[in-house]
């Protein structure tokens, strides 16, 4: 059996795949900021050090599958939390654990988010973070935004989730070459904790985005749907995807850009 390691999964979609995952045999190590395995915070360059530190004294013979799940969302309030945690924070751990899934020509993954098609980013800051990555300058301009915006902090959580999206991409090919995959999951509206907690202008703009599979049936999409996918893609199952922004909602983007095939 193999061994894992999830950021973000005391709850939600992580907390799935962690249970699928274990529930096969596999050992996975939780990385998030309660209730883990390796507790710290990711939005801070300390907290990422000692997991990535920890990683390594766990997993010395390597790791078979990363997956980079933790994250906040749009709603959340704390607009550098946005930013440090969903973009710097997923990063800094894909890249820590590269040389331990390199060991087992192991596979990483990293959660984006179906709406990094629906054009509500700002390409300014995608390309900030893809091309400049200065992560005390980025929070300088950033927290000159309204933090009160409901629209300002989707806006960064598009934001952060495109230049996750790019960046996969990016590495892709270079990361293969050295027997490492990587892909990227763009889950749509799923039942989590972080969904019930949204305020009610939030809930309705979420109820708005139809979800296909889920037609007249009034809910979300089950963290087990996503869960199931990202075990996939982590697996040798899936040994000839690498670079692919998968997008698991039902079928939300098909609707939303039927005329786009790439």
């Known amino acids: 059996m193999g061994i894992y390691a999830i950021t973000g999964a005391s709850s939600g979609i992580g907390a799935k795949t962690k249970e699928l995952l274990e529930a096969d045999g596999n050992r996975v190590i939780n990385i998030d900021l309660k209730g883990g395995d390796i507790c710290v915070n990711l939005a801070s360059e300390a907290g990422r050090q000692k997991a990535i530190d920890e990683l390594h004294r766990l997993c010395p013979d390597g790791l078979d599958g990363m997956i980079c799940n933790a994250g906040v969302s749009g709603a959340c ?15 800094a751990i894909a890249k820590g654990a590269y040389d331990l899934l390199e060991k087992k020509h ?41 933090s009160s915006s409901l629209s300002v902090g989707n806006s960064l959580y598009v934001s952060t989730k495109y230049a996750l999206a790019r960046w996969v991409r990016r590495v892709s090919a270079s990361w293969a070459a050295n027997g490492v995959r990587i892909n990227a999951i763009a889950p749509g509206n799923v039942n989590t904790a972080m969904t019930a907690t949204m305020s009610t202008t939030a ?16 809910t979300l999409m089950d963290p087990e749907e996503i869960a199931e996918v990202m075990i996939f893609l982590v697996s040798h199952k899936a040994s000839g995807i690498n670079g692919n922004i998968m997008f698991v909602d039902g079928g939300t983007d098909a609707l939303l850009n039927s005329e786009k095939v790439y």
């Open 106 to 146: 192991g596979s990483c993954v990293v959660t984006a988010s179906n709406t990094i098609s629906q054009g509500a980013g700002r390409m300014d800051l995608v390309d900030l973070l893809n091309n400049i990555g200065d992560e005390k300058r980025i929070l300088e301009l950033v927290n000159e935004l309204d």
């Open 77 to 91: 309030g704390n607009l550098s939390l946005i930013v440090s945690l969903n973009y710097f924070g997923t990063l």
């Open 203 to 218: 809930k309705m703009a979420l109820n708005a985005l139809p979800i296909p599979t889920k037609f007249g049936l009034e």
